[in-house]
C-alpha cells in the first residue's frame, strides 16, 4: 500500500504556465495525476497520467483523483469563466449549480468556495498552490532598479482601493494614476482591465518618457487562499508598459508568478518598478 508521501498530487489545471509550472516542480519528486480542463489546459500536460474533464465534470474529476489514489490537491489556472447555467453538468457540477443558485454566491470568491467544498466532501484535501511553488511567490521589497518613491501617493491609494474592491468580492487588481481610480478589474481579468487603458483620453495616461500610475494585484482581504491567489506573468508587465504605469506592486508570498525572475527581468527592462509588500496582519 503507497504511504501518503507515495501518493499522487491531483492537480486540476486550467490555462496558462502556472500549471505546467507545478507539475514540472512536483514531478521530480513526486507522482502526480492530472485533471486538465477540456479548452483550457496545456496540451504539455497529457504528458502526465490525465483525463480530459469538461469544466462541469466535477464529479468526473473527483472520481479520477480518488481513483488514482490521490489524498491531495491542487486547483491552479485561468479559467475562461463560463455561464453556469449553460455548462453541461453532472452529477457533481449539478451540485455545485445548486449551491450557487442556492445561496449569494455570485462573485468569485464565493463560487470558489464552493468548489473547494465540493472536493473536500468528497475526501479530497485542497491545498495551496504556493505549497509547491514556494519560489514562485515574490520577495519583499522593491525588485528592479526603479524608484517607486515618487509614486508612493499612489501606491497607497492602490493598496487602499483593492482592499475594498476586495473585500466587495469584485477583483483583484486596481490601477490608480494621480490618485485617481482609473481602471478596476471586472469578468475580463487583470490583462483584460490593463487592456482597456489604452481606451482612456490622455490626460489621465502617463507617457513613454513620463510614466504613471500603479497597478495593484492583491489577494482579497476575505480569500481563501487554496486558489485563485493573484497570479502575475510577462503579460502583465508587457500590458502595464504599454499603458506608460510607473509599476505594479503586488503581495510578496501571496502572488504566484510564472517566472518570476524573468518577470523582474522584463519590469527592469520596461522601466516599471516592481514592489513586493508584506502580507497584512491579521
Known sequence: MATASEKPLGLVAGSGALPLRLAEAHSQNGALYVVALQGEADAALQTYPHIVSPIGHFKAAADA?????????????????????????????????EQVMAGAHAGDDQLLKVIIAYFEMRGLTVRAAQDFLGHQTGRVGSQTTHDHAPHQADIDRAIEVA????????????????????AVEGPEGT??????????????????????????????????RRIDIPAIGRQTVELAAAAHLAGIVFEAGGTLFDDFEAVVALAEE???FLLGLERPEG
Not at 490521490?70 to 453541461?88: Q, S, T
Not at 475594498?164 to 494621480?178: L, N
Request: proline fraction near 3%.
Open 65 to 97: 483523483l480518488l481513483d488514482a489514489g490521490c489524498n491531495d490537491m491542487v486547483i491552479i489556472g485561468a479559467i475562461n469563466r463560463p455561464n453556469i447555467e449553460a455548462v453541461d453538468l453532472d452529477e457533481g457540477g449539478q451540485w455545485f449549480l
Open 163 to 182: 482592499q475594498v474592491t476586495g473585500a466587495a468580492d469584485i477583483g483583484q487588481s486596481v490601477v490608480i494614476g494621480r490618485r485617481t481610480v482609473l
Open 191 to 224: 490583462d483584460g482591465m490593463l487592456s482597456r487603458l489604452q481606451d482612456l483620453s490622455a490626460e489621465f495616461l502617463g507617457a513613454r518618457d513620463a510614466a504613471s500610475g500603479v497597478l495593484a494585484k492583491l489577494p482579497k482581504p476575505q480569500q481563501d
Open 270 to 272: 520596461k522601466g516599471l
